[in-house]
């Protein structure tokens, strides 16, 4: 079983529209969970960090369930500039494991 | 603050040739990582180091891969000979390193390797 699972797409979804991406690990010992984002051709990004409480930043919201070993990312009002790869991650003594990452493309 | 720098950007070698990448992280980050992502796939850590000691090789394949840091601040990752499996960007990416709670990685934009 993978440390990190989530559904690699492709999602296609219409402007303005909302999408929500899921995420699940595996080693319950993990510390920090985090979502990057990675363009095509591009270096992977911090886009949020995520807990418990859940955290929003804009039109993005990160949850996580520590008891079901669950993150989910949501994205409301969705732009074209949101186009890219969600990576799921998660970090466990400073090292990263990263799931395979879900392909967003955003339809005008 | 300049970022993280790599070269080459793009390589192309033949199987079994060998071949060597390199890294500069950000001004004063301790820890450097090697992370190697297959096409369709997330990065994988190979290598991990803080200052100029490893700190995780453990998925570093070692008969063939090594990766140096001598004076802990650049790096370079050697593949010797290469595979058609190793067909990959290869990012490097660079943290503070401080104690005491999580350090942000920030990634440098990669070396893309195919291998014929």
């Known amino acids: 079983r993978k440390e990190v699972e989530q559904d690699p797409g492709p999602f296609n979804v219409p402007e303005g529209a909302t999408v929500a991406f899921n995420c699940t690990y595996s080693?319950?010992?993990?510390?920090?969970f985090f979502w990057y984002r990675q363009d095509c051709r591009k270096e992977p990004k911090l886009l949020m960090s995520v807990y418990s409480s859940g955290n929003e930043d804009g039109r993005f919201t990160a949850q996580l369930n520590r008891a079901s070993q669950y993150i989910s990312l949501l994205i409301r009002d969705s732009k074209l500039s949101d186009s890219a790869t969600y990576l799921c991650v998660v970090n466990r003594n400073e090292k990263l494991t990263f799931g395979t990452g879900t392909r967003l493309t955003i339809i005008p | 603050e300049a970022g993280v720098a790599q070269s080459p950007r793009y390589k192309i070698i033949e199987k079994r040739q060998s071949v060597a990448f390199w890294c500069n992280p950000i001004?004063?980050?301790?820890?450097l990582y090697w992370y190697q992502q297959i096409l369709g796939q997330g990065p994988k850590l190979l290598i991990q180091f803080q200052n100029n000691g490893v700190v995780d090789d453990s998925q570093l394949p070692k008969d063939r891969f090594s990766a140096e840091r001598l004076k802990g601040v650049d790096s370079t990752l050697k593949i010797q000979p290469a595979k058609l499996e190793d067909s990959a960007v290869y990012l490097c990416?660079?943290?503070?390193?401080?104690?005491?709670?999580?350090?942000?990685?920030?990634f440098g934009p990669g070396t893309r390797l195919t291998v014929l």
């Open positions: 990416a660079s943290s503070p390193g401080l104690a005491g709670g999580f350090n942000e990685q920030f």
């Open positions: 001004s004063g980050h301790a820890t």
């Open positions: 080693n319950s010992a993990s510390q920090s």
